[in-house]
C-alpha cells in the first residue's frame, strides 16, 4: 500500500474500528500471484478473531499509551483540556484527573477482555468495504472475488 491505519472512535451509544489502505487499483483483490489489499486486511481480521492479541502487543500497546499520555503530560493545555471535559462532562465525584488516566483505565486491561471485545465487535455483519477513486470499478469482479474469500 501507499500508505495504511487504523482509527478508533467511540462513545457510550456506538463507535467505529476503520482499518484504511491506500493502493493502487489493481492490487486491491490481488497482487500478482499474491493477495490483494482487502483479502490481506480479511485475513489479518480472521487471524485476530482466531488467536487473539499476544502479551507481547499488549505489553507494548500499554507502553505506546503510557507514553503518549506521558507526553501530554508535559502541557499544560493537555491537563486543562482533560480535567476541564472530566469536571463539565461528569459528575464531580466521577471526574478523573489526567495523571491517574492511565492507571485507572488502561494497566489493568487482560488479554481476555480484549480477545472478548475483539470476538464482540469484528464480525462480518459489522462490516462494510468502501473503495474510493476516480475509476471505475468492475463490481462483479469485486464480489465475485470478495465471495471467494468469505465476504458476500
Do not use: W
Not at 503530560?73 to 493537555?78: F, I
Amino acid at each position: 500500500t501507499y500508505s495504511s491505519d487504523i482509527d478508533l472512535t467511540y462513545n457510550d451509544l456506538m463507535g467505529s474500528f476503520i482499518v484504511y489502505a491506500e493502493t493502487n487499483r489493481e492490487k486491491i483483490l490481488k497482487n500478482g500471484s499474491k493477495m490483494g489489499v482487502v483479502p490481506l486486511i480479511i485475513k489479518l481480521l480472521n487471524d485476530l478473531l482466531k488467536k487473539g492479541v499476544s502479551e507481547e502487543e499488549i505489553m507494548l500497546t500499554k507502553g505506546f499509551i503510557r507514553g503518549n499520555i506521558t507526553l501530554n503530560e508535559e502541557t499544560n493545555e493537555d491537563h486543562a483540556l482533560h480535567n476541564g471535559l472530566e469536571f463539565l462532562l461528569k459528575q464531580d465525584t466521577d471526574v478523573l484527573n489526567s495523571y491517574d488516566v492511565f492507571d485507572t483505565k488502561y494497566k489493568n486491561i487482560t488479554k481476555k477482555q480484549i480477545d472478548d471485545v475483539i470476538k464482540k465487535y469484528i464480525k462480518k455483519e459489522n462490516m462494510t468495504v468502501c473503495l474510493i477513486g476516480n475509476n471505475k470499478v468492475n463490481k462483479n469482479l469485486i464480489k465475485n472475488e470478495c465471495e471467494k474469500i468469505g465476504i458476500n
